[in-house]
T-cell receptor, first 115, second 114 residues
Framework: GALVYQYPRRTICKSGTSMRMECQAV??????VAWYRQSPQKTFELIAL?????????EQNFTQEKFPISHPNLSFSSMTVLNAYLEDRGLYLC???????????FGEGTRLSVL | GDSVTQTEGQVALSEEDFLTIHCNYS??????LFWYVQYPGEGPQLLFR?????EKGSSRGFEATYDKGTTSFHLRKASVQESDSAVYYC?????????????FGAGTRLKVIA
């Protein structure tokens, strides 16, 4: 079956350091990958959308300089949180879509804690 | 911009109670509407979707009907079980060509007591 695997599941980093997280589509090819953040007591905020053969689109309040994303092929994407601070903590979700209008398949997320 | 509003932040019910979670949306045209469920420690899972007026989506006993007139997509279940305890998110995807952005509501935490 198709699933999305995110690694690591949990991570802790010191304030001001950076942390990289990965998203792997298994059993299908992801034509687009969306990265979301679910902060404590909040809903999902879209960080950026990466579509094959298109530039990565960042949402307002999120920048490439802070959240650089790599999407080298149809099954893998990674995102780095640079200079992480308390406000960056939360659950980072990867949603991968197949072609057409299929709903994104989400991974279990990477939970980031910042000390 | 597009938005989704879930009225209830938390709902507490007893087993076999009837569930309604309200979802209203704001978007132009005919967005596709979704219900996702998130269990503790997991990512959100798609329950079902609907993309046309009056279309009913359903899964695992849950159902919702797309109502363009009232811009609503309320989630209902006739008889909840303790295992239904989770956070439920209503979401939409805009109808514009090439629009892959999904907008989520704030979520409704459902607790079912045995």
């Amino acid at each position: 079956g198709a699933l999305v695997y995110q690694y690591p599941r949990r991570t802790i980093c010191k304030s001001g350091t950076s942390m990289r997280m990965e998203c792997q589509a298994v059993g299908f090819q992801a034509t687009s990958v969306a990265w979301y953040r679910q902060s404590p007591q909040k809903t999902f905020e879209l960080i950026a959308l990466s579509t094959v053969n298109s530039a990565i689109k960042y949402e307002q309040n999120f920048t490439q300089e802070k959240f650089p994303i790599s999407h080298p092929n149809l099954s893998f994407s990674s995102m780095t949180v640079l200079n992480a601070y308390l406000e960056d903590r939360g659950l980072y979700l990867c949603g991968a879509r197949r072609q057409g209008n299929q709903a994104p398949l989400f991974g279990e997320g990477t939970r980031l804690s910042v000390l | 911009g597009d938005s989704v509003t879930q009225t209830e932040g938390q709902v507490a019910l007893s087993e076999e109670d009837f569930l309604t979670i309200h979802c209203n949306y704001s978007a132009s045209g005919y967005p596709t509407l979704f219900w996702y469920v998130q269990y503790p420690g997991e990512g959100p899972q798609l329950l079902f979707r609907a993309s046309r007026d009056k279309e009913k989506g359903s899964s695992r006993g849950f159902e919702a009907t797309y109502d363009k007139g009232t811009t609503s997509f309320h989630l209902r279940k006739a008889s909840v079980q303790e295992s239904d305890s989770a956070v439920y998110y209503c979401a939409l995807r805009g109808s514009h060509t090439g629009n892959y952005k999904y907008v989520f509501g704030a979520g409704t935490r459902l607790k079912v007591i045995a």
